[in-house]
């Protein structure tokens, strides 16, 4: 499989992660989980071994376990199921939960039981703490932090967030902050190729479907998705 075609299957898997987070009315973090979980799984195993909704599925319901958000594995079948104007049936809802036990286990085998997930929107808030960061700013950092991306499997969550709020400013033409005395004028100032890259490799994805179509390669080069001093 092409990495372009990987990536669309995990930017398409994780849309549905994200959507049924939002039905069941999800905390950000649990759905950040099963998003992080889910890539963690096709680090390791591939596409073609494995359907990517049945995986997300089982992602969905572990996150949600270890993150106690308490929803059952009844309440993710009618959510992921769900369609406007149908009733589902018990038959369906009965097979969708034995499958989601069933790849729930294999989830957990193959990601060796690690639920010990870090994720950048507690370095982030720790960030705008101590800084007067428009709302906006703050909303546009959050989104580019959920935009679907592997980010946890290549970059450290701090260094995630940093970028992160740095295209929130850019995003709304709104100068940043240049006081270096602040956390995060700091860390920009110490670790600004880190930066760059982690930036690069976020807007990368807003190019991938002419990349696709045109069946271009990624610039290595200038993203360096592989960078084995950057991935965690």
């Not at 990536?7 to 069941?24: K, N, T």
């Not at 018990?90 to 010990?116: G, H, P, R, S, W």
């Not at 807007?203 to 991938?208: C, G």
Request: glycine share 2%; aromatic share 12%; net charge neutral.
């Amino acid at each position: 499989m092409k990495y372009e075609e990987e990536l669309l299957s995990r930017l398409r898997a994780i849309c549905l992660i994200q959507c049924v987070g939002y039905r069941l009315e999800l905390p950000i973090h649990t759905v950040a989980t099963a998003s992080a979980l889910f890539h963690r799984f096709y680090s390791r195993r591939t596409f073609f071994e494995y359907k990517a909704n049945k995986i997300a599925q089982a992602c969905v319901f572990i996150a949600c376990k270890s993150d106690e958000s308490s929803r059952r594995a009844n309440d993710i079948a009618k959510s992921w199921l769900y369609k406007p104007k149908q009733t589902l049936s018990e038959k369906k809802i009965n097979k969708f939960i034995a499958d989601l036990l069933y790849y729930e286990l294999i989830v957990l085998d193959i990601t060796c039981f690690d639920m010990q997930i870090d994720h950048p929107y507690y370095e982030l808030f720790e960030f705008v703490k101590h800084m007067n960061t428009p709302n906006d700013v703050v909303h546009a950092a959050l989104a580019f932090i959920t935009d679907r991306l592997p980010l946890c499997l290549w970059y450290d969550p701090r260094s995630i967030a940093a970028a992160a709020l740095l295209m929130g400013y850019h995003g709304h033409d709104i100068q940043f902050p240049a006081d270096t005395n602040s956390v995060w004028g700091e860390y920009l100032q110490t670790n600004s190729d880190l930066i760059g890259e982690i930036v690069g490799s976020i807007m990368d994805v807003y190019k991938l479907p002419k990349k696709y179509s045109n069946n271009n390669t990624p610039n290595n080069n200038n993203n360096n998705y592989h960078s084995s001093n950057n991935k965690r």
